[in-house]
């Protein structure tokens, strides 16, 4: 049952929250009750529900959560009378909460008969209390845990991820909330909201997903409480490791690594993940993905991405030899040939690395020590990183597209704008194709050579009528 209570005398509060306080704290299981349950603020609009949520700001003792168009008031200390204080407003000190508490009332819910017919018959006096079956209410349920390893050592592949499910029946599963992610340390955590429709709880059911999406543990609570706790163990896990280089040492990026397990005439995918910015690579799988044995013949096999979230494979650049018998954790080091895979350009290795340490700056504002800096922390030459510094302020005064003067400044062209741009547009095209082919331009140039110098162009036509004027000024003077 649910009993609405609405003050008939609010002028009273001191004498109202007085008798009401004596009879809950007399009343057995009402207090426990409410303290459990909270009290509810029902038919709010948006703006009353902020202002709730503002006037129970920095109060350690009470929390609100709210669902739909009401906020429930919980007492997190387990002292009711925090909560009565709150009701009774000192002067020139008015809150939000005990405003729209004593115009409209508050509802206490899942009462028994008992309890809801006591309230009406002792609170007759102070208030009107309004009898009513309960209404299935949508509650915040959370599920947390960690997960473990066959041999007790927390889960810290990365990838993993942890869904949570209402099992209403064998084949019938109904999720719960968002999936979340598995930490470092192997935690995890949902909140999800669920509605009772009379059951005591969800049937709950945790799974466990490898980054493939494979299910590998899962574990169940049938009734689940509001608050469950849920660890989990998953079946032998392995991992193969390395980094991605190419022959002179230089670390590949945002390639596509795929790990497989051979068999006399037939290869498995036991799964995949991208290089980051240092080439490195880790691959996660189980067990239950082999075929009829315990280790992995293990093949490492590299790609080019060929769409831009980097999970469909291009043109195979690199494989490994075969592993066989493979260790629980592998490591796999590969180099690709230059010639199958020539990697990101000069001017962009140089872009990443600068990106780490700027923290922002725009690189056309660096000033001359802080190219000294960051040629120390980069290995990076310090002529390279003025064209890189040139090359940006070219973008943002002439329009002229990234990577464009740095890659001609690097064949050798004049730096200075005028006697640059005054240069032949069969000159600027050679210059950078030569960079294109050195891979000092990025790749994305390519296909561009003509569109990328014709700002440069009109730049020259532009320096050369603000000379003539210049001139003609200077004769007629």
Known sequence: MRATIQFSQPDKKLDILQKLFSFVKGFKNLRQHILEQGILLEKLNSGEIENVQRALEGMNYLEARVIDNSVRIFVIDGELRALFDLMMPVSRKQNDFSRILWERGFTIEELSQDQAENLGNHLSAIAIVTIGPDVPR?????????????????LCASGFTVCAFDALSANAFVRCGATGAVQGDGFY???????????????????????????????????????????????????????????????????????????????????????????????????????????????????????????????????????????????VDLEVEAGKFRGPSEYERYIAALKLLIEGEPVHRLTDEDLSFLGGKTGIPLEHLNYLRLDDQWCFHYAVEPAVIYSLLRQGLPSDPHPLSTEKPACLQEALQASLAQNIAPAALADKVDQVIKPLLSLADSMASDSMVFELERKAK
């Open 138 to 154: 949508t509650r915040i349920y959370t599920v947390s845990g960690q997960i473990f390893q066959e041999d007790g050592a927390p």
């Open 189 to 331: 955590r949902i909140d999800y909201a669920w509605r009772s429709n009379g059951r005591k709880g969800p049937d709950l059911l945790v799974r466990v997903l490898d980054p493939e999406g494979s299910i590998v543990a899962e574990a169940g609570k049938n009734p689940a409480a509001i608050q469950e706790f849920l660890d989990i163990t998953v079946k032998t896990l392995c991992i193969v490791q390395g980094t991605i280089r190419q022959v002179n040492g230089f670390p590949l990026p945002h390639l596509l690594v795929r790990a497989f397990d051979r068999d006399l005439r037939s290869e498995t995918l036991l799964g995949q993940a991208i290089t980051d910015a240092e080439g490195s690579y880790q691959i996660t799988y189980g067990t239950n993905k082999l075929r009829m044995k315990d280790k992995a013949d293990l093949i490492v096999r590299v790609f080019e991405p060929s769409d831009s979230e980097g999970k469909e494979a291009g043109d195979e650049i690199g494989f490994s030899e075969i592993i066989f018998n493979a260790s629980l954790r592998q490591v």
